[in-house]
């Protein structure tokens, strides 16, 4: 399987590791750490150095209850850092829903859009239907962040959400972007449950049926902190396992803050698949 973006064919035999790059004051878990151009920039060397695949740099926070970010100030935050980071010599993923900031990121090179809102915003599928290559995260997403987690979905989650991505890349497809192109995001936290986001673990594979590959975003969920009783920053541990459970099931890319460990994780489970049989 492979994954097609911008500037990059990414071979996803292997699982990639995607590294968060926040460029925000409110992110649940690193906000403020990053804002300035140059500690960003820092952190994304920092991240290809343990050995990220992927960077995605986001200038709005989406943790619940959160206020959207007016548009001059997202594009304040991020573009001077997706201006730099494109020399960086991996791919570049910019996290927004917005499509002014789509647009003027991928004129800058990025070469991925992840979406919380899978292009449901006016234009934005316009946007990536318009770029002959760049490579867009679809995630499923229950209500939108101020109030998803006071309202969220009910019943089983995993057929809505392969529906919901299913639809969306159907509508994607008809303007003409390559499925190669396309990856599932189940949105892990956004307007579900506890229950629903194991659920979406435990059953990953059903999501796998129309083969597009996913991405899974685990990394320091709130879900984790419920069955461990573990703070945002105590949650290195089951953020790793989290990670390796998706992986294990099938998730080709994983979205994480903690490179270095996550990266040394998955090459003990790669060295498990490939030891010799009896």
């Known amino acids: 399987m492979q994954w097609q973006t911008a500037r990059f064919l990414l071979d996803l035999a292997q699982p990639r590791v995607m590294g968060i790059v926040n460029v925000t ?119 939108e962040p101020q109030t998803m987690q006071r309202s969220p979905m009910q019943g089983d989650a995993v057929p809505q959400v392969r529906e919901f991505l299913r639809l969306r890349s159907e509508a994607l497809r008809q303007r003409g972007v390559s499925v190669t192109r396309i990856a599932w995001d189940p949105g892990i936290g956004f307007g579900k449950t506890v229950e629903q986001n194991f659920a979406l673990l435990a059953r990953q594979r059903e999501l796998l049926h129309d083969g597009y590959p996913l991405l899974a975003g685990w990394s320091r969920k709130s879900s984790l902190g419920s069955v461990t009783g573990a703070a945002v920053q105590e949650r290195l541990v089951p953020s790793v396992a989290a990670a390796l459970l998706a992986v294990e099931r099938g998730a080709r890319i994983v979205r994480v803050h903690d490179v270095r460990e996550t990266v040394a994780a998955l090459k003990v489970w790669a060295a498990v698949q490939s030891a010799p049989g009896p």
């Open 25 to 143: 004051p409110d992110s649940f878990s690193d906000g403020g750490r990053f804002v300035s151009t140059r500690r960003a920039l820092e952190h994304c060397e920092e991240l290809i150095r343990q050995g990220a695949d992927i960077l995605d740099i986001g200038g709005e926070s989406s943790r619940p209850g959160t206020a959207p970010v007016p548009l001059d100030e997202e594009r304040a935050r991020v573009m001077p850092v997706v201006r730099e980071a494109v020399r960086l010599g991996v791919p570049l993923s910019v996290d927004t829903y917005k499509p002014e900031v789509m647009q003027e990121a991928l004129d800058l090179g990025a070469d991925i859009i992840n979406d919380i809102w899978a292009l449901q915003r006016p234009d934005a599928i316009g946007v990536v239907a318009n770029h002959p290559a760049c490579g867009v995260c679809l995630m499923h997403m229950h209500g």
